[in-house]
């Protein structure tokens, strides 16, 4: 028997000592973030390639007699006629609940000073979208706590919806709001010990943003509480373009593993109009053709291939994504927009004349769509708030037209006046996401009127004072909306005695 | 005659493709390239020719090994190698031998792109990474 053993262990040291073999080149030029080399005649696309001092780097262009790659680190450290070898592995991201709380790079290494993570599985950044048949249709909602959003632009778990807007329009706020509402969500799931209860998981990917925003969203989350269920992917203006490339597809790998793993799970891609700029950095270095705009050709492969991958999977979980886009002077015909508006299942268009105007958050209405539509709202939003949109819609049309007329009738002045009202309830500050079945009750009562004795510009306090009245003394009764997810007269009778009981107090 | 990097490229393709015979390269066609550009005068001669040596020291570094060793090597097993290697690749490979004391013990072998690495320099290498 011990012969046997010895023969297993001579196997072994045989392997064990068996000759490496590694496909080498040379580096011929180092430039702005991209290496060409000689040699590698057997490395693949996408292959990471072990550049001297521990720095990684990806094929991404395989010519007759050279390779193009991006270096992923210091390229000061490298120089011309440095030897360089194939790994023969596709670029991998450390994913799991590990990194939840967490601030790591585009290469998933710890950026935020808390130690290593102690992470074991990984996922590779690029990956196939799945296929028709492992995708489910979006049914279920994903509440961002945002009031205009939930009741008239629903988003369901597993669609991709576009945030776009000009600069400083509040379109992170909203990202983050949502992430913070997620959060929130969770909290009071877990409370309340339902087994069918499914959190979500958010990833919020910074791109070529200044390192003093990123830590400002770190720190709103955490002081919302939100940072323990949220992964931060960061690649801020400093770090070089491949770094900012490659950040969407890595945040996209964390979450598929959610996904994958049978959780939901929401990613925010802070924004896509940076990470096409640095796509076109590198593709101009790398001597690839370019078109529209100096972009390269496979512009829109690289947006939809990275938005494809949020989907909701039979018998497993979802991933949805928010992607933002900055429009310049509100122009959503520009290439890297409608490319991407193309791609999304809707958009959510926020204006500068609205922001400015106080109506924050400043969804436009008209332009803001969902293509999942109701699909993805409970019962009880469809009906409180099911005819909001029309209303609104048609307020911004009577009120640009009696800019020019003061003699209005009466049904006229009763639609602005609705209009109006609509507008002030959907106020909301930021970092406040309020949760649907507070929601519905504030929108309920515009329904029945309980705002019509106040003048318009005080029907946000009365929303406020409603949401804080039901809050602390109606606890049960939220409960009951949240659980029930539909009204019915028994409920309806109760929401109107709560709404007449807060009322007999409140003194506009 | 070419003028841009492509077209350099591409006449230097062309001439390393005419160098040859039987699917190898050959001597005399290199010598029959060679005469041919320094006849035509060609306006960037020299650029042509350094890509052409770049492709020509690389289909040639494919039928070369250079064995690095540590300590000394038999000439049989140099010749194994040689053997072993001209099978793998389909062609024929001649070795030559090269001390390098760094890789403390062991052989190193370099062939085209390809490095095989059995030394203890290597194994200690990896052995780093892996930590």
Redesign the interface.
Known sequence: MSTVIEQIEQQIAKLSNKAVRKNTGIIRTVADGVAKIDGLSDVAYNEMIQFPNGVIGIALNLAADEVGAVVLGDVSQLKEGDEVSTTGKLLSVPVGKALLGRAVDALGNPVDGKGPIGSTETYPVEKIAPGIMARKSVSQPLFTGIQAIDSMIPIGRGQRELIIGDRGTGKTTIAIDTIINQAKINKVGAASGDPAFRPVYSIYVAIGQKNSNIVRTIAALEAAGALEYTIIVAAPAADNAANQYLAPFSGAAMGEWFMENGMDALIVFDDLSKHAVAYRQISLILKRPSGREAYPGDVFYLHSRLLERSARLDGKGSLTALPIIETLAGDVSAYIPTNVISITDGQIFLETDLFNQGIRPAVSVGLSVSRVGSAAQIKVTKQVGGKLKGELAQFRELAAFAQFGSDLDAKTKSQLDRGGRIVELFKQPAFNPISIELQAVTIYALQKGYYDALDTKKVTAAAVSIREFFATRKDALLTEIRTKAALDKDLEAKIVAALDEWKSTYAA | MATGKPQI?QLA?QLFKLSFVDGRLSNEQVAGVLAYVEKTHAANAVAILKVYQ??VA?EVAKGSAVIEHAGPVADATLSAIGTSLSQRYGRPVTTTAKANPSLLAG?R?RI???????SVS?QLA?LS?SV
């Open positions: 490229q393709r770049r492709l690389a052989l072998v085209a792109d390809d490095v095989y690495e059995s290597g990896a990474e």
